[in-house]
């Protein structure tokens, strides 16, 4: 099965900048969507960014609107590693974030969307 290992997150203060890397025990190609979730304490895990490859030359993006602007996702396909660059960051940032992956060209912003899960890595935002 696919596996998949996030890395970056720790401790930052408000207005500072983290990037987040997810590593993909298979080619990232074959993982034509990727996303970023988060979930911070008392809340449902909640849509941040993904990224969708067609298969050729072309990518889409989504993001969450109270991301939007600040946060970056990007693909690495020869690395089989996906990126979050997360700036401007805001305590209420502050949250569990994981790495999803899926095998279908349509899978963009829902959790059930998404077949693969990396293991999640803190982000701690202070004021």
């Known amino acids: 099965q696919v596996q998949l290992v996030e890395s970056g997150g720790g401790l930052v203060q408000a207005g500072g900048s983290l990037r987040l890397s997810c590593a993909a025990s298979?080619?990232?190609?074959?993982?034509?969507?990727m996303g970023w979730f988060r979930q911070a304490p008392g809340k449902e895990r909640e849509f941040v960014a993904s990224?969708?490859?067609?298969?050729?030359?072309?990518?889409?993006?989504d993001y969450a609107d109270s991301v939007k602007g600040r946060f970056t996702i990007s693909r690495d396909n020869a690395k089989n590693t996906v990126y979050l660059q997360m700036n401007s960051l805001k305590t209420e940032d502050t949250a569990v974030y994981y790495c999803?992956?899926?095998?279908?060209?349509?899978?963009?912003?829902?959790?059930?969307?998404?077949?693969?899960w990396g293991q999640g890595t803190q982000v701690t935002v202070s004021s």
């Open positions: 990224i969708r490859w067609n298969g050729g030359s072309i990518y889409y993006v």
């Open positions: 298979e080619r990232t190609f074959s993982l034509y969507a």
């Open positions: 999803a992956g899926d095998r279908s060209r349509t899978t963009a912003t829902k959790l059930y969307e998404y077949d693969y």
